[in-house]
């Protein structure tokens, strides 16, 4: 058994891009897998400027990790008049989701997909009260957790800034694994699109 730290966000691109790597973690049973959200952007309005510049990192990020991002979703940040991303409130709904027992990984997911593949805001409850819906948690104690309880999701993303000064680590995603002589960095941009070598990868410190 090995541990493993994600940092991450959901409103980080590279991170989507990553996806298939943290799934093949995340189904690992010998991967104690910790995540730990950044909240790299709160509630900000995207300028029609910087949107190309999304856009372009998007292509990239497909190019190289295989990872789709959808019509939907690119139409969106062209042309809609008020594009606004945020951190925090979708790490809300990962942290409100696992209290009811849904993996950080499975949430993250379905707000990745929402966001990148469906084009959908993100940023607003209805949003990620229809992901709630879809992982079958109890939606009014999700909405409740959400709303009434942000002091969960603060602490989270602050033990995560302490961690991240601590280690050294200046974005995301960085993953890093415990070992014997300390905390190890994974090279995991060295296996976009290659799930099988990354499995072997990792299997090496097992």
């Given amino acids: 058994m090995v541990t493993i730290h994600y940092f991450y966000?959901?409103?980080?691109?590279?991170?989507?891009?990553?996806?298939?790597?943290i799934a093949a973690l995340a189904e690992n049973k010998d991967v104690a897998l910790h995540f730990h959200a950044g909240g790299m952007i709160d509630n900000t309005l995207i300028a029609a400027s910087f949107r190309q510049h999304i856009l372009a990192s998007d292509t990239q990020i497909a190019q190289l990790t295989g990872m789709p991002f959808a019509a939907a979703y690119k139409q969106r940040i062209k042309a809609e008049k008020n594009?606004?991303?945020?951190?925090?409130?979708?790490?809300q709904a990962i942290v409100a989701a696992k209290e009811q027992g849904i993996t950080e990984y499975t949430t993250l997911s379905a707000i990745q997909q929402c966001h990148y593949v469906k084009g959908l805001p993100v940023n607003e409850l209805t949003t990620l009260v229809t992901i709630a819906e879809q992982l079958d948690v109890d939606v009014k104690q999700f909405k409740t957790d959400i709303l009434a309880n942000k002091q969960p999701t603060l602490a989270h993303i602050a033990h995560s800034k302490t961690m991240m000064a601590t280690l050294a680590v200046q974005g995301f995603p960085t993953l890093l694994i415990e070992t014997a002589n300390g905390f190890e960095r994974l090279a995991h941009n060295d296996f976009y699109g290659d799930v099988k070598q990354w499995q072997s990868y990792i299997n090496s410190y097992l």
């Fill in 9 to 21: 966000d959901p409103m980080c691109g590279w991170c989507y891009g990553a996806t298939p790597l």
């Fill in 83 to 91: 594009v606004i991303f945020d951190s925090y409130l979708p790490i």
